[in-house]
């Protein structure tokens, strides 16, 4: 553990100024990013990876669970993207299985069509603040530390890493020993038509059964038509915001993907081979903020009902088992509303935070964690964004009937 501090003092030269900055280019970051830029505000995106979309390309989540409903940015991006899953409803629920490739090139030509820069390779730092507001953040660049000032930024990094450092309040995991859902290294085999050379390195596990496996399940996807095997199999105890738990993490993971892999190979999948191993291992939980309300299990189960609500979704609870043990969590909702205030911090103004670090319990966030629903959440902040703009007022006191009628314009379907 570190046991001293140093002090860095910088001069960083400022390389853009917008209304709106947006860190992170997951679901929520590229939908938060969307819905300002046509709010007509000028918008840009920091993002440390060379790719947009989140677990979703970067850790190869490539297939939508179904959260009861598809509307606003989300139902835009799956006519666009994939057309052949669209439903005719915005009330009814999909689950496609996606090229993950192929949406990392759709975001890219969709965010560049909207007017958005995008900085790839720009990693977050340190937030900039005056008093208590947040005025812009400093990030890493392929040039080195820049700065960029905006009038309201928007925490996508799933971590809570804005917030964090502007001083809001957050917690990890569940309340009675800190601990979080696991990781996952998610992966593609390819059917190749004929038998496949196996291959398990010496450091790997020899699983023999379904109960030897790490999710003591097998759970896949072959939905793509093409002979295509999206594994999620794999299961590794830890919080993916810590340096340790992260570093071991990724090597752990991949250890599982070979022996899952060969397991698979030995057991009515002789003719795939591994195709496809993402370059990070996926990441289901790590902070929450402590905001204006916080998201709880009662709110689910009961189906509560919010005045600010800015998404909803049915998605089950869904906590993988954080001691990393073989068992999940399951268990089916009617539906339930995410209020906006859970994306606003207590403490600090000109910040609003979208994706799975919002304000909630380890149990309530187990169901909003997933793609769609951080969609909705991105697209709620990037219109309130614009909205407290406009208004001149702070991103807490917007009017709420004018963000439900922003958003019904820009095709978002709220049910009453």
């Known amino acids: 553990m570190p046991n001293r501090e140093i002090s860095l003092q910088r001069t960083v030269t400022v390389q853009d100024t917008a209304d709106v900055i947006v860190v992170g280019g997951g679901p929520a970051g590229t939908a938060a990013a969307i819905s300002a830029a046509r709010c007509g505000r000028k918008t840009i995106l920091l993002e440390h990876s060379g790719q947009l979309g989140g677990m979703g390309t970067l850790g190869n989540v490539s297939v939508f669970m179904g959260v009861g409903n598809v509307t606003g940015i989300y139902r835009e991006i799956i006519a666009e993207f994939l057309p052949a899953a669209l439903p005719s409803s915005h009330h009814e629920s999909i689950w496609p299985q996606y090229s993950p490739f192929e949406l990392r090139h759709y975001l890219n030509q969709k965010l560049e069509k909207e007017g958005i820069n995008v900085y790839y390779h720009t990693s977050f730092v340190s937030a900039l603040m005056s008093g208590n507001r947040v005025t812009g953040v400093v990030a890493n660049t392929r040039e080195g530390l820049r700065a960029f000032e905006g009038s309201v930024v928007i925490d996508c990094t799933g971590d809570a890493r804005v917030a964090s450092e502007a001083g809001v309040p957050t917690h990890s995991g569940r309340d009675e020993d800190g601990l979080t859902q696991p990781m996952t290294l998610m992966f593609m085999m390819q059917d190749t038509g004929k038998p496949v050379r196996q ?3 010496d450091d790997c596990y020899k699983y023999e059964s379904v109960s030897d496996l790490p999710q003591g399940r097998h759970l896949y996807w072959g939905g793509m038509g093409n002979g295509t095997l999206l594994v999620n199999m794999t299961r590794v105890k830890g919080n993916g915001a810590t340096i340790e738990d992260i570093n071991y993490a990724e090597k752990e993971a991949l250890r599982q993907v070979f022996s899952v892999a060969n397991y698979l190979q030995r057991n009515n999948h002789g003719n795939y081979i591994l195709s496809h191993v993402p370059g990070q291992v996926g990441v289901r939980e790590t902070n929450q903020i402590e905001g204006r309300y916080t998201l709880t299990e009662d709110d689910l189960t009961s189906g509560r009902r919010f005045e600010d609500v800015v998404a909803q979704t049915n998605y089950e609870i869904d906590i993988h088992n954080p001691t990393g043990g073989a068992n999940t969590d399951e268990r089916k909702l009617d539906g339930y509303d995410i209020p906006y205030r859970c994306m606003l911090p207590a403490n600090v103004e000109g910040l609003i935070v979208a994706g799975r670090s919002i ?22 902040a990037g219109t309130a964004a614009a909205l407290a703009i406009e208004e001149k007022v702070s991103v807490a006191s917007i009017s709420i009937p004018r963000l439900h009628e922003q958003l019904a314009a820009q095709g978002v379907l709220i049910v009453q």
């Open 359 to 380: 304000s909630a319990t380890h149990v309530a966030m187990s169901s909003m964690r997933v793609q769609a629903t951080c969609f909705a959440l991105g697209q709620a």
């Open 199 to 201: 291959y398990l390195p």
